[in-house]
């Protein structure tokens, strides 16, 4: 059982950044592949960034722009956002699953309570 817990979020302006950061429980942690998704009013969740101890993936809309990283010495995972655009305005969640980097929601076992993020243009 993983618990997660979002934070970081707020009000930005077109091209100003942000640091998200999720904390988890559980013991195996660095086990497990931690994701960001998204959600904007009206809109599917979509995937954002995936970490594993293997690699990083990043949706093409974010590429360049957002970093995930993960201390699993804390047990986070974190994502900067820079250059944000208001199309990155959503509420941003963090997930967690087991095995392999996945890029649908459905694959994501474990989810944190949301945090928004809203950029101003």
């Known amino acids: 059982q993983v618990q997660l817990g979002e934070s970081g979020g707020g009000l930005v302006q077109d091209g100003g950044s942000l640091r998200l950061s999720c904390a988890a429980s559980?013991?195996?942690?660095?086990?497990?592949?931690l994701g960001w998704f998204r959600q904007a009013p009206g809109k599917e969740r979509e995937f954002v960034a995936a970490?594993?101890?293997?690699?990083?993936n990043y949706a093409d809309s974010v590429k360049g722009r957002f970093t995930i990283s993960r201390d699993n010495a804390k047990n986070t995972v974190y994502l900067q956002m820079n250059s944000l655009k208001p199309e990155d305005t959503a509420v941003y969640y963090c997930?967690?699953?087991?095995?392999?980097?996945?890029?649908?929601?459905?694959?994501?076992?474990?989810w944190g309570q949301g945090t928004q993020v809203t950029v101003s243009s």
């Open positions: 970490a594993s101890w293997s690699g990083t």
């Open positions: 559980g013991r195996t942690f660095s086990s497990y592949v």
């Open positions: 997930a967690a699953r087991e095995g392999s980097r996945r890029f649908d929601a459905k694959s994501y076992d474990y």
